[in-house]
């Protein structure tokens, strides 16, 4: 085991580790535009040079490997010198594009340059133009070579990680650009990833052009909702300027790095899936079609399942939260004695990377929390001899309605299980609450609130709350931690878990306790 | 000078004014109150004069009274003075802002609302759809043309009278802005600094 010294601190790394992850675990930053952990090593922006004691010459610190004794310097005199040069050189032909370009703001290059640049060019000739200027060069990407440091990271990710190489670089010396293999579009399912990757602003996304600037964004910790995967994702969310993209709040989803889940990658279809937060949502409660305030549509409900006394059940979309599942569970099942089951989820495409072909968050904790699975709702309720429904999500219930006195839908969109309902009430999505979802390998992970249910809508949890009152069986939960408290002391697989201690990564069912989070 | 003025006050630390005590003859008040018709008559006079020497052309050269008579007379601005804004044009007539977002990120109200678009020349690329300041609320802190790269925004128009019957009224739109024109021959931005600098 390699023992070597950055900055005057002695740390102790596997061999074969790089300078720049060694300092890493010092929790010292080398600045890089080219090294990415999940890519293979390029080493050519030159940003990350450091000095090592003894070398006549700076080493880059994304390829060079730590040895033993080795003492290295990240952040002395020349070391600056060095950045500041790397820079002015990257910066030749780097446009002053800022005003217009979407990447301000989150931009390394920005950033880099207010902390290691110079103040000015000493280059006097005129930047050499590129063929690129905003470019289409894929359904969801814009390309502007102008801006593009060529730091080879898309490239790489195309090669490497998607193996579908639609992207290269061509030309030679200032006239190199990143360009579309002959006959190719950057269509593949990861596209998006590559405007995460890029440092600069040379390849943006068409969804989020011009859309908002990114220092008004506010960013929150949650999962998609696309597929059983679970990948991490930080939601950013527009809450000040309203009139910014008609009114809508999410401006995007973009990856949060989780090594045991979905590395730092997330497909396209989960990326855009942020638009039906905001999309055409229930946001009136109903009864028979009549728009009402939810509380009438409340009472309306309880009144109907009071009728009904044991004969009623509940099922359940997987895209409920943990929370929602168990609530249900627990009134339905527990309190009214009846029965709680939830709804097959709807299956799409699959691939060897992330997508799953199982499209909900959290049917894994649906199997966990209730147990049986309903293919076919109405043949379920004519077997159990249910005289009143409450469903909660999105489903097919095609002549359920024949079959029962009453069916009550918690819907956050208009579809076909709203379409159904005697009494409608408008839910909430993962986005407006805290909650839990289990994705397809066990794993519990935090929902936080993005945004308040939009206008007209409540919580889930709460409606399910407000009926179980409104039934004669009050619980005594305030919030969504308190339910899944409950939650964790009820059901073995949770024991042991709560929302304080499931960290940003999640914890495996039935580890009792979050692993310690760990360097990577 | 001396005469006519009282005893000066003192400044007080908070920033106010101490009168000294009142001599004999202003306790007396008679002889203070006279003086005062005594000034007013003076001006009387004196504005009576000259309107009469201004009515039959003569004495055209020196001013009658103070009073301005706005809205026929305008008080002089000086021509740096913050006033309504404008959006500067292109040669083309095309705006010159870019929907960057500098002056709405900057502007302590948040009266600037601004909405972006696609430019069809690919070297502009983007340009405001909507650019909407809220007079209503505007400070008139001049920030925004402080932040502009595009030198896009300026508050040289010189209209300061800004008024309608509704608050929605207040607010200008992008076609209004652009209507808008500066009151004096405008230096640009590069002459101005080769002029300061050299």
Redesign the interface.
């Known amino acids: 085991m390699p023992k070597l010294t950055i900055d005057g601190r002695e740390v102790e790394v596997a061999p074969g580790t790089t300078l720049i992850e060694a300092a890493r675990r010092l929790a010292i930053h080398i600045p890089h535009y080219c090294y990415h952990r999940g890519l293979s090593i390029a080493g050519n922006c030159r940003m990350c040079l450091v000095e090592v004691e003894g070398v006549p010459k700076m080493m880059i610190a994304c390829h060079t490997q730590a040895a033993d004794g080795m003492v290295v310097h990240t952040d002395n005199d020349k070391c600056r010198e060095y950045r500041a040069a790397i820079l002015e050189f990257i910066l030749v032909n780097h446009p002053l594009d800022c005003p217009v370009c979407d990447q301000a703001g989150e931009c390394k290059l920005q950033n880099y340059y207010m902390e290691h640049g110079t103040a000015g060019s000493r280059v006097d000739e005129d930047k050499v133009k590129k063929r690129a200027k905003a470019k289409q060069i894929g359904p969801n990407i814009m390309l502007d070579s102008e801006r593009c440091i060529l730091c080879s990271r898309c490239v790489r990710f195309t090669d490497e990680i998607t193996h579908t190489h639609e992207l290269g670089i061509t030309e030679r010396a200032d006239h190199s650009e990143i360009t579309l293999a002959p006959g190719a579009w950057l269509d593949n399912r990861y596209a998006g990833c590559v405007v995460d990757l890029c440092p600069v602003g040379a390849l943006t996304d068409r969804d989020f052009r011009f859309k908002c600037r990114v220092w008004y964004l506010t960013a929150v910790d949650s999962i998609c909702t696309g597929c059983a995967r679970g990948c991490n994702i930080t939601i950013h969310v527009n809450r000040d300027r309203p009139h910014k993209a008609g009114g809508t709040r999410v401006m995007r989803y973009k990856p949060r790095e989780n090594p045991a889940v979905n590395q730092w990658w997330m497909c396209d279809a989960g990326r855009y899936s942020y638009k039906q937060i905001d999309h055409e949502r229930v946001d009136s409660a109903a009864v028979d079609g009549r728009p009402v305030a939810v509380e009438q549509a409340l009472d309306a409900s309880a009144a109907a399942l009071k009728r009904a006394a044991a004969a009623v059940a509940v099922l359940c979309a997987t895209t409920a939260t943990n929370e929602e599942l168990f609530l249900a569970r627990a009134l339905f099942a527990g309190a009214l004695g009846g029965h709680a089951a939830y709804l097959a989820p709807p299956q799409g495409e699959q691939d060897d990377l992330l997508l799953l072909a199982d499209q909900s968050p959290n049917t894994r904790g649906a199997q966990e929390i209730l147990g049986t699975e309903v293919r076919d709702p109405v043949g379920w309720v004519k077997a159990h001899g249910v005289k009143a429904v409450v469903v909660v999500g999105e489903a097919d219930l095609t002549g359920l309605k024949a079959e029962v006195d009453h069916l009550t839908v918690i819907a956050t969109h208009p579809g076909k299980a709203a379409a159904q309902a005697h009494v409608l009430l408008p839910g909430s999505v993962h986005a407006e609450v805290e909650g839990t979802f289990t994705n397809h390998a066990g794993r519990v992970q935090r929902l936080r609130v993005a945004v308040p249910p939009i206008r007209g809508a409540v919580e889930t949890w709460r409606l399910l709350l407000e009926l179980a009152g409104r039934l004669g069986h009050p619980f005594d939960f305030a919030f969504e931690d308190d339910i899944f408290a409950a939650l964790a002391s009820q059901l073995a697989p949770f024991a042991g878990l709560s929302h304080d201690n499931l960290g940003r990564r999640g914890a495996l069912l039935g580890s009792g306790a979050p692993q310690p989070t760990e360097v990577v | 000078m001396e005469a006519v003025a009282r005893k000066p006050g003192t400044v007080t630390p908070a920033g106010g004014v101490k009168r000294g005590p009142l001599t004999f003859w202003e306790r007396v008040y008679v002889v203070e109150a006279a003086r005062g018709v005594w000034i007013t008559t003076v001006h009387f006079f004196r504005n009576m004069g000259y309107h009469f020497l201004h009515l039959v052309g003569l004495a055209k050269g020196r001013q009658a009274a103070v009073t301005v008579q706005y809205p026929e007379e305008r008080r002089y601005l000086p021509p740096r003075s913050r006033t309504r804004h404008r959006i500067v044009r292109r040669d083309d007539g095309s705006p010159r802002c ?5 002056c ?2 900057i502007c302590p109200a948040r009266c600037i ?1 601004i ?4 430019d069809p020349d ?5 340009r405001p759809k ?1 650019f909407d300041i809220d007079l209503g609320m505007c400070v008139f802190c001049g920030f925004c043309v402080e932040a502009c ?2 030198d896009a925004i300026r508050m040289d128009t010189q209209m300061v009278d800004l008024a309608a019957y509704s608050r929605r009224g207040m607010i200008l739109t992008l076609d209004q802005l652009l209507a808008g024109e500066p009151a004096g021959p405008v230096e640009s931005i590069n002459a101005l600094g080769e002029r300061v600098h050299g």
């Open positions: 870019v929907g960057c977002m500098m709405e990120t609302y909405v972006a678009e696609e690919p070297n502009i690329e983007k909507r790269p595009e």
